[in-house]
């Protein structure tokens, strides 16, 4: 988490960094800051939003061609302004913006105290700082043998960006397992959390690697490790538009994202599925296809609404591969010891690809053997580079916290990818591959037709806006859209909701149901069809409020639920990718008129990169 800018060039720094920080900001923002270089260095910081600092900088015409800015997610520290980045060591020469935890800090910080170092904040960020300084003091070494040097020394995560005012014509950027990537202008250099802040400025771009520290002036870049060896940085062209950055109109990214599934799938599938729908080419599964299909297990790991969709795609896959699968929230898989024997397949599913759960899963998995594919979005990520083969989504930037587009093209992933090895094993004959995959290329246009159930939406967030409770059910591949629809309600709206199996309730959950309840079944046409409609006869019965989401034209649910919303026909494998999309809209429509804020829900972030 924490979003991290950098400029040096000529270019007035502070609304070339002020602007970045607003596209980080669903990396975090609880405080934020900004350090400028114009011969002495200034730095502004508040609690608060990057809009906060905006209005607090404007106050001040001070600017500079250097500088750097982060916008937090605090994890140390009350997110205040004393505990806001950029931290200043001691002595002042170092001045520091940092994205993830050091974790040996107490230790070091008492080592400090013990040689009279004092300390202004509650931040593991100053004890680096305090830490460098230190070290270039008592060793009177350069910046970048202090920084150096500093990271020898400490254990944990870092995207670090540094200012030495001893050196104030360069910044000092640095890596461990929280991303950084470099802009690589013409007499100008950016450095950023990701490449959002950058592309407007330049296509050519630097991802660093872990251990890589990288000394940028306006016209030179030097890369090393912090072994101090040499780097031979490749630089690599953005596949990112400004125009996929900005709401394009929408009242907030999350609607704008929502809307935006149909092309999100179809560029999922686009240039993978063969013209005439007789197969599916996932060319960075190519080295790994056998071992997928001989696997004896597969093992998918991921978080929040990844973890659902690899639910989903569990059932997908036992369905048309019959491999046995288990899917693991990657925090508890990493700490549990699990069985893991060497033809297992790991497959990690990350929007951001930099989840520190999932990348310390995949690392586990690798270590005792496993093969591990990834499924993730952000091109250039830690996780891809952490795998064996892997397939990106290509839903294109997604900046809404709650994620929606990420959803459905990991499941087209996941679908695609099942398909493609049944039919390898020759589960799947010819004809029935083709009939699926024909299926997959009308989603997009069924998307478009379940978004007509916005408006409706809307009606019936006005009715049930002041719930405090809500309990969403489904059965097989339905039940991990419950899941996602229950997240999608409490991440953005904050009310109470839980996911639960249809048939479980009379286990638990229907001792809750009364005519204040409202209970949102997902009940679209597939093999379950007939058990749900006695699972709603069973809420009616004891009052509850069914709001059931059909396939268009049912006309049995229509006569018991309370409301119902219409998502298009489809084979029960796609049927999760359109039933969701009613539940995105309601709970978008009641986080709304609740007055939440949508984008950027509190205590959450988007990118979470500490454990
Ligand atoms: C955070 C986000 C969720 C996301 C989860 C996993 O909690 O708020 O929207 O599903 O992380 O993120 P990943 O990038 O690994 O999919």
Not at 123 to 142: P, R
Request: glycine fraction near 8%.
């Amino acid at each position: 988490m924490c979003g991290i800018v950098g400029y040096i060039g000529s270019k007035e720094a502070r609304e070339i960094i002020l602007n970045g920080l607003k596209r980080l900001e669903y990396r975090g923002y609880d405080s934020a800051g900004i350090a400028l270089v114009n011969g002495e260095t200034r730095i502004f910081k508040c609690a608060g939003r990057v809009m906060d600092l905006e209005a607090l900088v404007s106050k001040s015409d001070f600017n500079g061609t250097i500088g750097m800015g982060h916008t937090r997610w605090a994890t140390h520290g009350e997110p205040n302004e004393v505990n806001a980045h950029p931290q200043v060591s001691y002595k002042g020469n170092f001045i520091v913006v940092h994205n993830g935890i050091i974790e040996n800090y107490s230790r070091i910080k008492k080592h400090l105290e013990s040689r009279g170092i004092i300390f202004s904040s509650q931040t593991d960020t100053e004890v680096l700082a305090n830490l460098i300084e230190h070290l270039y003091l008592e060793g009177d070494l350069t910046a970048e043998q202090a920084i150096t040097l500093a990271l020898n020394r400490v254990e944990g995560a870092y995207g670090l960006v540094i200012i030495c005012t001893q050196e104030p014509d360069k910044l000092f950027a640095a890596r461990k397992g929280s991303p950084l990537v470099i802009g690589v202008g013409e007499g100008e250099n950016f450095i950023a959390s990701d490449a959002t802040p950058i592309v407007e400025f330049t296509q050519r771009v630097i991802y660093l690697n872990d251990d890589d520290i990288a000394i940028i002036k306006k016209d030179e870049l030097i890369i090393k490790t912090i072994r101090n060896e040499k780097v031979q940085p490749e630089v690599k062209e953005l596949d990112l538009k400004i125009g996929e950055i900005d709401k394009e109109g929408f009242a907030h990214f999350m609607l704008k994202e929502i809307f935006e599934q149909p092309r999100a799938i179809h560029d999922t599938f686009r240039g993978r599925v063969l013209p005439d729908f007789s197969g599916v080419r996932l060319g960075g599964l190519h080295n790994v296809l056998d071992s997928v299909s001989e696997a004896e297990r597969i093992i998918i790991i991921a978080c929040g609404t990844s973890w659902h969709a690899g639910l989903l795609g569990e059932y997908i896959f036992e369905e048309y591969t019959r491999i046995p699968v288990e899917v693991e929230y990657a925090s508890e898989f990493r700490y549990r010891n699990p069985v893991i024997r060497k033809g297992d397949i790991v497959i990690a599913i990350s929007q951001s690809g930099e989840t520190a759960d999932t990348l310390a899963a995949i690392k586990l998995a690798r270590s005792k053997g496993a093969k591990v594919l990834g499924i993730c979005n952000v091109v250039g990520s830690s996780i891809p580079r952490e795998t064996d083969g892997g397939v990106y989504t290509h839903a294109g930037p997604e900046i809404g916290v709650a994620s929606t587009k990420a959803f459905t093209s990991q499941v087209t992933v996941l679908a695609m990818m099942a398909f493609v090895i049944g039919h390898k094993k020759g589960i799947l004959s010819d004809a029935a591959y083709k009939e699926l995959i024909t299926e997959l290329g009308s989603i997009p246009g069924k998307i478009e037709k379940a978004l007509e159930v916005n408006e409706q939406a809307l009606e019936l967030a006005k009715i049930f806006q002041n719930t405090r409770n809500a309990l969403y059910l489904g059965r097989g591949y339905l039940f991990p859209v419950a899941l996602e629809g229950a997240l999608k309600l409490k991440e953005i709206s904050y009310i109470h909701a839980e996911g639960y199996p249809a048939a479980e309730m009379k286990h638990g959950p229907i001792a809750l149901i009364d005519e204040d309840m409202p209970v949102v079944v997902v009940a679209t046409k597939d093999d379950t069809y007939e058990k749900i409609i006695s699972n709603i006869q069973e809420i009616k019965a004891r009052k509850g409020n069914v709001i059931a989401i059909v396939t268009e034209g049912d006309e049995i649910i229509r006569k018991m639920a309370d409301y119902v919303l219409e998502v298009p026909e489809t084979l029960p494998a796609f049927t999760g990718l359109l039933a969701v999309i009613p539940l995105q809209l309601l709970s978008y429509h009641i986080a709304v008129l609740r007055g939440c804020n949508v984008d950027m829900p509190r205590n959450l972030a988007k990118s979470v990169t500490v454990e």
